[in-house]
């Protein structure tokens, strides 16, 4: 199945606000990321309440990158879009 990997502007501020160390981590995450969703180095797992529709995983001890995803049946892709990424107490 066909993956994209898609970033709102909000993600991007975000990131851009991160140290340059802590961006290629995520970097690298997000290859592991890429080839399991579910790797148990990422940690990732489903939101609950206002955010119970989004997913995270961990970057860092703190810092978590805040995801939706969907299906486009039709085509047969998955569709990843990052909202958001920060530390614990901001993102969620």
Do not use: C, W
């Amino acid at each position: 199945m066909k993956k994209i990997i898609q970033r709102t502007r909000r993600f991007e501020k975000s990131f851009d606000k991160l140290n340059v160390k802590t961006q290629k981590l995520f970097i690298k995450k997000l290859g592991i990321f890429i080839d399991d969703e579910y790797s148990p180095s990422i940690r990732t797992h489903k939101l609950k309440g206002k955010r119970r529709n989004e997913f995270a995983f961990s970057i860092t001890d703190d810092i978590r990158a805040i995801y939706e995803k969907r299906l486009d049946k039709g085509r047969e892709i998955l569709i990843f879009t990052f909202v958001d990424i920060g530390g614990h107490n901001k993102v969620y």
